[in-house]
């Protein structure tokens, strides 16, 4: 009850008669069968942990062009994605958004304002490798 009531907002809290049922009823499921309880508290912790971001085709050609030009910047980057308008990767690029081809075939399209957060990104990986 000490824990929930320092994490939790007191309109959400359990009370004492649901917190008591709820302990009751998973030392039941405990009884039962320990391995399927253990089985569901792992899952629902691996549920909590959350996915790693995968790269896609433009920040992979981003990473590229970082790699090339160090110093290049937001600007320099835009327009070094317009020379690759149609190469393969990039499909549309205009002041308001990117349109590329990820790895596999799918269409996605990207504002250029996170150019920015992608270029920053593409320099420190740069660094760490």
């Known amino acids: ?9 007191f309109r959400n809290q359990k009370s004492l008669d649901q917190a008591l049922a709820d302990a009751e009823q998973s030392a039941i499921i405990v009884q039962r069968n320990p391995e ?3 089985r569901v508290r792992r899952r ?3 549920r909590k942990g959350g996915s790693v971001p995968k790269t896609d085709a433009l920040q992979m050609l981003i990473q590229v062009c970082v790699r090339e030009a160090p110093e290049i ?3 320099k980057l835009w327009h070094r994605l317009r020379q690759e308008l ?3 990767t990039i499909t549309a690029i205009d002041a308001q958004r990117i349109e590329f ?5 799918k ?3 990207s504002p250029v304002s996170g150019l920015k957060d992608r270029l920053s990104r593409a320099k420190r990986k740069g660094d760490s490798l």
């Not at 009850?1 to 907002?9: F, L, P, T, W």
């Not at 081809?101 to 075939?105: D, H, L, P, V």
């Open 1 to 9: 009850m000490r824990s929930e009531a320092i994490r939790v907002a």
């Open 36 to 38: 399927d309880a253990e």
């Open 44 to 46: 629902s912790m691996s």
């Open 73 to 75: 910047n937001r600007r």
């Open 86 to 88: 149609g190469r393969g």
């Open 101 to 105: 081809r990820t790895s596999n075939g």
């Open 107 to 109: 269409f996605k399209i």
